[in-house]
């Protein structure tokens, strides 16, 4: 068969065929009277396996290696293959996400576009400094995509720069809630997280299509599984004036971790007088627990000091008769701030 007619049956065209011949891949040898090449039936069939090959991404030295040597291991280069081409979908797929972006940036002309891409590299940059300067930039010079900050503001583990882009995201006027509220189910705990720090900024925004308000979306994560998550939530939820994060803060504050802040909302919480009591009654039962150490009684009692009420008066009253010295002058002084006119504590008259 002359090579005009194996590339019509073929489809390879007589240039590749050609190409091939060069190259060692394929060897008519038969000839024509004429002197034209002859491709054999075997030929041909060599051909096929060549473009089989060829179809799963392997190159011409890999074709002719999977072909010709006996000691060749095709399950090395599959392997090879599928993290190579795993490797070409992700940066495809980023490609594909960032135009996504710039399109969605509605930009007027290409300073724009070519603004919108500076202003996405430099949000995945490894300096802090230009991811700070990004998130900046993308509420006081340009249009950055929403999509991209939470991206952004998801992965950050900077703190400086995961505030600047709550603060972006913020005042972004996009759908962010939506956005952050998928990150609430990423099965990575500081993931979800970052999304309740993220909600917990944003006020007077509309509530997704499905209906959640973000008061709503850190009420949920208050059940996560994952206790940094819960005490994230019980902060921002404590800001908000919400009581349901009054447990959580009360074991923050026993447990030591973040407890400063814990109490800070406490104490937000108890200037409703409707909360006060029921925050003072729940902080007295766990000082009433053998198990505490005493660092944490004594924080039990700094956490009171911010609850008004008689429920509160009486219990540093007989804090200030308590075993542990430090919790009984830390009860006796903030008596006296409370009530200056009298002296109540530990030896006195």
């Known amino acids: 068969m002359l090579i005009g007619e194996v590339a019509r049956r073929s489809g390879v065209s007589a240039r590749m065929l050609r190409h091939y011949e060069a190259l060692g ?14 491709y054999s039936g075997e030929d041909i069939q060599r051909i096929f396996h ?47 996400t960032r135009l996504c972006r710039i399109g969605a940036a509605e930009p007027a002309g290409w300073d724009d576009v070519l603004r919108s ?9 490894q300096s802090a400094g230009k991811r700070q300067r990004a998130a900046l930039s993308s509420v006081e010079q340009a249009r950055m995509p929403v999509e ?32 952050l509220a998928e990150g609430l189910d990423s099965p990575a705990a500081e993931v979800r997280a970052r999304a309740v720090q993220c909600i917990a900024e944003l006020e007077d925004v509309e509530p997704t299509t499905e209906g959640a308000t973000p008061t709503a979306l850190l009420r949920a994560a208050l059940a996560d599984s994952e206790v940094t998550v819960r005490r994230c939530a019980a902060l921002a939820l404590g800001a908000r004036g919400a009581a349901e ?19 800070d909302a406490l104490s937000g919480l108890a200037a409703d007088p409707a909360l006060a009591e029921p ?71």
């Open 25 to 38: 891949l394929v060897r008519p040898n038969a000839r024509t009277g004429t002197g034209y090449r002859e």
């Open 50 to 96: 060549i473009e089989s090959l060829r179809s799963l991404g392997l190159s011409l030295r890999d074709v002719a290696c999977a072909l010709d040597d006996p000691g060749f291991e095709p399950s090395a280069l599959v392997d090879d293959l599928v993290r190579r081409t795993r490797q070409r979908i992700a940066e495809e797929t980023e490609l594909l």
């Open 117 to 125: 891409v500076a202003l996405l590299h430099a949000l995945g940059s």
């Open 148 to 179: 991209a900050l939470v991206e952004a503001a998801l992965s950050e583990t900077d703190p400086n720069v995961a505030g600047t882009l709550r603060w972006a995201l913020a005042h972004s006027g996009g759908d962010a809630l939506a956005l």
């Open 245 to 263: 994060a009054v447990p959580t803060l009360i074991d923050m504050i026993v447990q030591e971790t973040n407890g400063a802040s814990a109490a």
């Open 279 to 349: 925050i003072a009654a729940r902080l007295v039962d766990r000082l009433a627990h053998d198990t505490l150490t005493s660092s944490a009684r004594l924080s039990l009692t700094h956490a009171l000091a911010g609850v008004p009420g008689p429920t509160t008066s009486r219990a540093l009253a007989d804090l200030t008769h308590d075993e542990d010295r430090a919790v009984a002058l830390t009860a006796a002084y903030v008596l006296q701030l409370r009530r200056p006119e009298q002296h109540t504590g530990p030896g006195s008259s």
